[in-house]
């Protein structure tokens, strides 16, 4: 099973992927960790791939 995590939009941009792109659902599959990077995937929509800084992102909140 591929490690889960759940992320809050911050940002307007990340506010209208998330409503728009994502359904809405917070939980994301956890693909890659390269250093301080994590790169997601949406559960709700299997399509939607994106990097997120684990410290400080300025787009997404992580919810560990």
Not at 29 to 34: A, G, R, S
């Amino acid at each position: 099973m591929d490690p889960m995590i759940s992320v809050k939009p911050i940002s307007k941009k990340a506010k209208n992927r998330f409503a728009n792109k994502m359904e809405s659902c917070e939980h994301c599959i956890v693909e890659q960790h390269k250093g301080d990077r994590l790169f997601l995937t949406s559960v709700a929509n299997r399509d939607e791939h994106f990097w997120v800084n684990v410290i400080k992102d300025q787009n997404w909140e992580l919810e560990m």
